[in-house]
């Protein structure tokens, strides 16, 4: 008899999720099956709902974000025993032998495939993973504060990184990915500039606590000038204001996968080695270095809690800023 699980199944972009039950996955060769514990709601779930992403393969069970149990192991698989605890990333696979790959940046391979968005993902009772991109999870957190550091943590740790030794750092839009990178900039001795949309004061304040040494709305000028700025909101126009706000030489990241359109502006606020980059998905390091170093700083993350068939709720709580942190949804409310 083939067991059956609930997920959330996006039919096509533009519709709801629809609650449905599925035959559980088995795990082919390298791969593990996942008892989903929680899984985290990123903004790429709406891009991916919005139509904004190219070629979704569809339908599809969204949600990048997995912390889970191994459930049972295919073939070919070494290192991963029942009962353990791992998390699943975005970057779910990729081929191993392009130069990007090769490279050690498999986070740009042509071919590479991400969970939730071309794999099923977690926002279902059970998920199947390749093991190669499964990483140990510290058996004793709680799994819902610990799904957010699988994306918004992680990626926003690889954007962290492309701001190389900046000592003053601003962080436009702070939602679930700035809350984590904050709590690491502070720890690694940065000075943290935090804007929000225009009279956000809630989102102004959860910064200051979390120890942003300013807080204030996107088109204001920083206290000080910015050595770099990492924009987490998917809001182009973001790019020439945070282009002003940092100093010669400066660097601004472009740290989501989707974004509005930046507007044109002026070739003297790019003057000065000013630099605009992007960061695309992660490797499987960034995902080892962050893992080891967030118990250390230690990251807090704040999360909201929802049953898997509130996902729509959640997705609609994250598109209007109704909550600080991280929405997550978590299987097992009992
Ligand atoms: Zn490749
Ligand atoms: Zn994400």
Redesign the pocket.
Known sequence: MTQTMRAMLLGEPGQPLRLVTLPVPNPAAGQVLLKVEACGVCRTDLHLIDGELPEPKLPIVPGHEIVGRVAAVGANVAGFAPGQRVGVPWLGW?????R??LGGR?NL????RFTGYQINGGYAEYTVADARYCFPMDEAADAAEAAPLLCAGLIGYRALTMAGGASTLGIYGFGAAAHIVSQVARHQGRRVHAFTRRGDVEAQGFARELGAVWAGDSDQAPPEPLDAALIFAPVGGLVPRALTAVDKGGTVVCAGIHMSDIPSFPYRILWGERCIRSVANLTRRDGEEFLALAPRVPVRTEVRRYALEQAAEALDDLRHGRFRGAAVLVMDRG
């Open positions: 990729s081929c191993g032998r392009c990007h790959c498999e391979c042509g071919q590479a």
